[in-house]
């Protein structure tokens, strides 16, 4: 059964700094990779996807990577900013392209 | 396009009521998910359809829940009777295809006091 980890769980910084947020998965036979921000009371809102065959996929100050072999993905988020304060979530879609898992999220807060 | 439409956003019910959540895909999308999230669970697939047809519903968590998709473009969730640990926020999501990323709704938040 594949098993998605972030870390850290949260994490606070001031406004201006570069991150870092981790996601790992168990299983490394996905099919690809998704990376989610969630706002307090509200859904998901998609911001990165990343095929199996692919290294990254950038999205303005966002970047993710991903190591299939390793079962790691990254998501780099340049000159933070108060309104980058959410839950980023990182999922991945089994080889079959069906189930999503998900793992716990990345509480993130950016201070001004 | 409007992106995937849920309804009600809020739903108050008392234990024992029959409560049916109902979501709109995407337009052209194969795929429908319905998803719940708690803060002890996280989120989890309940079950989800291809082309109208229920593929995986080993997410469900007991006969209670039952998840239909009569046409393409309206998908149903229902909670018979609804107990108070059902309550959590459910979504619904729509993928176009295999590969392609998904789509969540707003999300439906459920109290069954």
């Known amino acids: 059964k594949q098993e998605v980890t972030q870390i850290p769980a949260a994490l606070s910084v001031p406004e201006g700094e570069n991150l870092v947020l981790n996601c790992s998965f168990t299983?490394?036979?996905?099919?690809?990779l998704q990376w989610f921000r969630q706002d307090p009371g509200k859904g998901l809102t998609s911001l990165l996807l990343i095929q199996s065959s692919q290294r990254e996929q950038t999205s303005g100050r966002l970047n993710a990577s991903l190591d299939k072999s390793s079962g790691r993905s990254t998501l780099y988020i340049a000159a933070s900013q108060p309104g980058d304060s959410a839950t980023y979530l990182c999922?991945?879609?089994?080889?079959?392209?069906?189930?999503?898992?998900f793992g716990e999220g990345t509480q993130l807060t950016v201070n001004p | 396009d409007a992106g995937v439409i849920q309804s009600p956003r809020h739903e108050v019910t008392e234990m024992g009521q029959e409560v049916t959540l109902r979501c709109k895909p995407i337009s052209g999308h194969d795929y429908l998910f319905w998803y719940r999230q708690t803060m002890m669970r996280g989120l989890e697939l309940l079950i989800y359809f291809n082309n109208n047809v229920p593929i995986d519903d080993s997410g469900m968590p007991e006969d209670r829940f039952s998840a239909k998709m009569p046409n393409a473009s309206f998908s149903t969730l229902k909670i018979q009777p609804s107990e108070p640990r059902d309550s959590a926020v459910y979504f619904c999501a729509s993928r176009l295809t295999v590969g392609n990323g998904y789509t969540f709704g707003s999300g439906t938040r459920l109290t069954v006091v």
């Open positions: 999922a991945v879609t089994e080889s079959s392209g069906s189930r999503l898992t």
């Open positions: 299983d490394s036979a996905i099919y690809n």
